[in-house]
C-alpha cells in the first residue's frame, strides 16, 4: 500500500507539471490587467461568488477521475481536505511557501454551506435600502482577493509546481527542494515527518497539493469564461 500511495503522489504531480504549460500560456495571451478587469466588469461580484466555491468532495473526486488516484492515496487526501477545512483548528503552521502560495492559503476559507470558498465579493451592507436585486445583485468586488488570485493563477504557470522555501529551512520538504518526476515530495508517514510540537505525519505537501487542486479549479472556471467572451467578441 505504501508503494502504491507513494507512486500515486509521483503520477499526480507529473500529471500537474505538463499542465502548467497551458496556464502560463493563458496567462501570456489574457494578461493580468486585462483578465482582472474581465473579472470585474464582465463577470462581476456576484457570478465571482458562485464561481469561487467548491465542495470537499470534489477535491478527491478530481484526483480520482482527472489522475485516477488508488483507492489508499484517496483516503489519505480525504483526510488531508479535512485538515485544510479545518486548519486553524490544527494549529499548524502555515504550510506555504512562496508570496503568491502564502497569501492564496490565507485567503482561502471554508463554508459548511458553500465548501472552499473566497471573500471575493463585498455585499455593501452598510446601504441599509432594500435594492438587494438591483446594486447589491453585483455585489463589489474584493479587489485585494481578486489580485490574490489573479497572482496565484499567474504561478499555476510555474516555472516550479511547487514554490520552494528557504535553503535554510529544517524541514528538508522534497516538494520543494527537489521537484522531480520520480519522487512523491509528501510529508508523510513513510518519512515520519512531522510538525513542530505535534505527533504523527502533518502530510504537509499533500495539503499543498490540494490547495492546488482547488485553485486549478477555479482558475480552469475563470478560463473557460474568459475564453468564451473572447469567441463572443
Known amino acids: 500500500m505504501r508503494d502504491s500511495v507513494w507512486a500515486d503522489r509521483v503520477k499526480v504531480r507529473h500529471k500537474m507539471k505538463l ?56 483516503t489519505i487526501m480525504c483526510a488531508v481536505v ?6 486553524k483548528l490544527t494549529k499548524y503552521p502555515t504550510d506555504a511557501r512562496g508570496e503568491e502560495e502564502i497569501e492564496f492559503e490565507n485567503v482561502l476559507k471554508h463554508d459548511r454551506f458553500g465548501g ?9 451592507d452598510d446601504d441599509d435600502d432594500d435594492d438587494d436585486d438591483d446594486d447589491d445583485d453585483d455585489g463589489i468586488v474584493n479587489e485585494e482577493v481578486l489580485q490574490v488570485f ?14 520552494r522555501g ?4 529544517q524541514h528538508n520538504d522534497d516538494d520543494e527542494n527537489n521537484d522531480n518526476d520520480n519522487e512523491g515530495g509528501a510529508d508523510d508517514a513513510d518519512k515520519g515527518e512531522k510538525d513542530e ?32 467572451s473572447c469567441k463572443v467578441k
Open 19 to 74: 499542465e502548467m504549460k497551458g496556464y502560463r500560456e493563458f496567462m501570456e495571451e489574457a494578461g493580468e490587467e486585462a483578465l482582472k478587469e474581465f473579472c470585474k466588469k464582465e463577470l462581476g461580484g456576484k457570478k465571482l461568488r458562485q464561481m469561487f466555491q467548491m465542495g470537499r468532495t470534489e477535491v478527491t473526486n478530481i484526483l480520482s477521475e482527472r489522475y485516477q488516484v488508488c483507492a489508499a492515496f484517496g
Open 82 to 87: 479535512e485538515q485544510i477545512a479545518n486548519f
Open 116 to 124: 472552499f470558498v473566497l471573500d471575493i465579493c463585498n455585499d455593501d
Open 150 to 163: 489573479v497572482n496565484t493563477m499567474k504561478s499555476l504557470g510555474g516555472p516550479k509546481l511547487l514554490h
Open 166 to 169: 528557504p535553503s535554510t529551512t
Open 197 to 228: 510540537g505535534k505527533s504523527g505525519p502533518s502530510f504537509r505537501s499533500d495539503r499543498r497539493i490540494a490547495r492546488l487542486v482547488i485553485a486549478r479549479y477555479w482558475s480552469d472556471q475563470i478560463i473557460s469564461k474568459y475564453q468564451d
